[in-house]
C-alpha cells in the first residue's frame, strides 16, 4: 500500500531563506508526483507536476525534483516571502489504481 | 474557464438528513473525483469517475453515492448524514490524456453535521 509522508509537518523561517520541502513516498511505481499549494480555508493550487521520466520542474521560484528510485520528492523554495504562507501538500499518482495519495502536508510561514 | 466548481460553500446538516453536494467541470475532463479533508489529515479519495456513466470506490466510500450522467457533472449524494461525515470535500477533474493526468481542484464545501 502506497504511504507518502512529509517532514517537517510545521516550518517557519524569515523572509527571504531559501526552503526545502520533503515528501517520500514508499512504492516508487509511479506514475506522477505533483505538489500542491493549500491556503485556510481554501481548495488546492497545483504548483507542479512530475512524471515519472522526469527528474525535476521549474515554475518561478519552485523546484521540484524527483528521485523515484529513492521514493523522494522535494519541493524547493528560493527567497520566500510571507505570500508564500500555505500549506503545501505532495500526492503520488499510480496509474493504475487512479488514485492520487496525498501526504498530510507541510505548513509554511514566512515571517516578514 | 471557471474551471471546477462547487456548491455549496457552507453547509450543516442535522444527523440523518440527506443532502447532494454538486460538482462541476468545464474543460471537459473525462476523469473526475471526490475527496474528503478531515483536520490535519491529507486526502482521500471517496469515489471516482472515468467518463459519463461509470464509477468507481475510492478508499472510503461508506454513506456516500455518486453519478455521472454527463462529462460535466459529477454530484456526490449523502443519504443519511452522520458526525463522521463532518469534512470539507473537494471535488477534482483531470483529461487522463497520455500527456498529462494533473488535478484540478474545486474550493471545496465545508459540510458540519450535528
Known amino acids: 500500500k502506497q504511504e507518502v509522508t512529509q517532514i517537517p509537518a510545521a516550518l517557519s523561517v524569515p523572509e527571504g531563506e531559501n526552503l526545502v520541502l520533503n515528501c517520500s513516498f514508499t512504492d516508487s511505481a509511479i506514475y506522477n508526483l505533483q505538489w500542491f499549494r493549500q491556503d485556510p480555508g481554501k481548495g488546492l493550487t497545483s504548483l507542479l507536476l512530475?512524471?515519472?521520466?522526469?527528474r525535476e520542474q521549474t515554475s518561478g521560484r519552485l523546484n521540484a525534483s524527483l528521485d523515484k528510485s529513492s521514493g523522494r520528492s522535494t519541493l524547493y523554495i528560493a527567497a520566500s516571502q510571507p505570500g508564500d504562507s500555505a500549506t503545501y501538500l505532495c500526492?503520488?499518482?499510480?496509474?493504475?489504481?487512479?488514485?492520487?495519495?496525498f501526504g498530510t502536508g507541510t505548513l509554511l510561514a514566512v515571517q516578514p | 474557464n471557471a474551471g471546477v466548481t462547487q456548491t455549496p460553500k457552507f453547509r450543516i446538516l442535522k444527523i440523518g438528513q440527506s443532502m447532494t453536494l454538486q460538482c462541476a467541470q468545464d474543460m471537459n475532463h473525462n476523469y473526475m473525483y471526490w475527496y474528503r479533508q478531515d483536520p490535519g489529515m491529507g486526502l482521500k479519495l471517496i469515489y471516482y469517475?472515468?467518463?459519463?456513466?461509470?464509477?468507481d470506490k475510492g478508499e472510503v466510500p461508506n454513506g456516500y453515492n455518486v453519478s455521472r450522467s454527463t462529462t460535466e457533472d459529477f454530484p456526490l449524494r449523502l443519504e443519511l448524514a452522520a458526525p463522521s461525515q463532518t469534512s470539507v470535500y473537494f471535488c477534482?477533474?483531470?483529461?487522463?490524456?497520455?500527456?498529462?493526468?494533473?488535478?484540478?481542484f474545486g474550493p471545496g464545501t465545508r459540510l458540519t453535521v450535528l
Open positions: 469517475s472515468v467518463g459519463a456513466g461509470i464509477t
Open positions: 512530475i512524471q515519472s521520466s522526469q
Open positions: 477534482a477533474s483531470s483529461p487522463r490524456t497520455s500527456g498529462s493526468n494533473e488535478q484540478f
Open positions: 500526492a503520488v499518482y499510480g496509474g493504475a489504481t487512479n488514485k492520487l495519495i
